[in-house]
């Protein structure tokens, strides 16, 4: 399922310049083979385009060199994998950041959002494991609030899954697959919000994403809103119509508000 590759005590170094060369949109970790991230004092790793010249991309040296390298095509990936590793988000390369780097993605402290119950499984046994062999008492209470964290959400995604045993536009209802999707978006949300199961919503993959992008949204009444980006032919490819409706419940109407001002993209 996953998609990150680890470049580390290579022979050489052919492995990575190759993968540097097939995924010229990637994104790399140079993480220092010294420094160890999982100290509290040391730096966060670092993240950089995968076309960086501050990489070093000699063969002989990158890899087998100070550093070692953790790819992926996906920030949030390697954002997750860092803590999962170090309890540690990720700190953008100077010269890439001017580039475009999109930093408002790597979000900081545990604020990345576990969406699919494996995930949200397997991040919790891996803390929960780490938690047992660590001695030092700053780092386990760390674990301790990212475990918390996680266990939030399952209970987040848990009362969500009771009020939306399916997904109200499709009907899809294998659990494994729905998105406890939120409307006023998780990174603009407080603490309390995140939480908030009135600002959730049950939603098919597909939903989730055209919700989440601001393809659609919802009117007060419930009707949904389809932007003209999505023409008809791909609605119905999506299947979606123009005539759809949500039942909006009362005290999740300001969240579907924020989502209307400020998510649902302008039409041009
Ligand atoms: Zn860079």
Request: one cysteine or more; a neutral charge; aromatic letters at 8%.
């Amino acid at each position: 399922m996953s998609n990150i590759v680890i470049f580390k005590n290579m022979p050489n170094d052919n492995e990575f310049i190759e993968w540097i060369d097939e995924n010229p949109k990637g994104f790399v970790l140079n993480i220092h083979r010294r420094q160890d991230p999982s100290n509290i004092h040391e730096s966060h790793p670092r993240i950089h385009f995968a076309n960086c010249s501050q990489l070093n991309k000699k063969p002989g040296s990158s890899t087998t060199g100070d550093y070692f390298k953790v790819c992926s095509n996906s920030i949030e990936e390697l954002e997750q994998w860092s803590w999962v590793k170090y309890q540690k988000g990720l700190n953008p390369c100077r010269i890439c950041k001017e580039k475009g780097l999109p930093v408002e993605q790597l979000t900081g402290i545990q604020n990345f959002q576990v969406t699919s119950a494996l995930s949200l499984k397997s991040d919790i046994y891996k803390l929960e494991k780490r938690l047992a062999s660590e001695a030092n008492s700053n780092k386990r209470t760390e674990i301790e609030t990212l475990i918390k964290a996680r266990l939030g959400q399952g209970r987040f995604r848990q009362k969500l899954l009771e009020l939306y045993p399916n997904c109200p536009l499709t009907g899809l209802d294998v659990q494994s697959l729905l998105i406890a999707s939120h409307i006023k978006p998780w990174s603009k949300c407080n603490n309390e919000e995140r939480l908030d199961p009135s600002n959730g919503l049950m939603l098919a993959p597909h939903i989730d994403a055209l919700f989440d992008s601001g393809l659609i949204t919802f009117d007060t009444d419930g009707t949904i809103k389809i932007h003209p980006t999505i023409d008809p032919e791909n609605q119905k490819r999506l299947g979606i119509a123009p005539d759809m409706k949500l039942k909006i419940r009362p005290e999740s109407e300001k969240y579907f508000e924020y989502h209307r001002n400020h998510v649902f993209q302008k039409e041009e």
